[in-house]
T-cell receptor, first 115, second 114 residues
Framework: AQSVSQHNHHVILSEAASLELGCNYSYGGTVNLFWYVQYPGQHLQLLLKYFSGDPLVKGIKGFEAEFIKSKFSFNLRKPSVQWSDTAEYFCAVNAYGGSQGNLIFGKGTKLSVKP | DTEVTQTPKHLVMGMTNKKSLKCEQHMGHRAMYWYKQKAKKPPELMFVYSYEKLSINESVPSRFSPECPNSSLLNLHLHALQPEDSALYLC?????????????FGPGTRLTVL
């Protein structure tokens, strides 16, 4: 069965620090990969997605992620975080051959940015 | 319009009540989803509708009954719920139920069962 692992449960950073959140998935075939963000009290929003092509994907709000197929990883990065980036971040995968439209989510990483 | 809307935002119900959650999208999407999200947990898929037909039911108890009256609307009928059913219920839609499509999420309905 497909699964998604997010290594960090809670990350605490100061403003202007660099961010990297880890995400690994278990599936040997073709995948689509997503990072969603959930700000406090708000709905899930898509940060970025990878379907094919350039493995370095740029998303909204200065976030980017790199797909490394050999490592089954899709880590999220931001060079300089802001207090407003405080949120829960979910990595998700949808695999070719998987259940129709079934996004598999990781357990999430809570990011707290100190002003 | 790139929004998925859900009503109500909050719902408190007793275990003997019958209530419904509503979801609407006007993006022309032909797949709609219900997810359940407990606190500090990721969303878990409950149901998938594809072209207004139920295509996936992830072993959800029958006290949850989905309905898709048309391509823009998705309902979740609730009856005889348990306190452990308290959660955030998320609706999502995508162009179709293909694995290649991103899903757009609504703000959710926060349900409390007393």
């Amino acid at each position: 069965a497909q699964s998604v692992s997010q290594h960090n449960h809670h990350v605490i950073l100061s403003e202007a620090a660099s961010l990297e959140l880890g995400c690994n998935y278990s599936y040997g075939g073709t995948v689509n990969l997503f990072w969603y963000v959930q700000y406090p009290g708000q709905h899930l929003q898509l940060l970025l997605k990878y379907f094919s092509g350039d493995p370095l994907v740029k998303g909204i709000k200065g976030f980017e992620a790199e797909f490394i197929k050999s490592k089954f990883s899709f880590n999220l990065r931001k060079p300089s975080v802001q207090w407003s980036d405080t949120a829960e971040y979910f990595c998700a995968v949808n695999a070719y051959g998987g259940s129709q439209g079934n996004l598999i989510f990781g357990k999430g990483t809570k990011l707290s940015v100190k002003p | 319009d790139t929004e998925v809307t859900q009503t109500p935002k909050h719902l408190v119900m007793g275990m003997t009540n019958k209530k419904s959650l509503k979801c609407e999208q006007h993006m022309g999407h032909r797949a709609m989803y219900w997810y359940k999200q407990k606190a500090k947990k990721p969303p878990e898929l409950m149901f998938v509708y594809s072209y207004e037909k139920l295509s996936i039911n992830e072993s959800v108890p029958s006290r949850f009954s989905p309905e898709c009256p048309n391509s823009s609307l998705l309902n979740l009928h609730l009856h005889a719920l348990q306190p452990e059913d308290s959660a955030l219920y998320l609706c999502a839609s995508s162009q179709d139920a293909s694995w290649r499509n991103e899903q757009f999420f609504g703000p959710g309905t926060r349900l409390t069962v007393l």
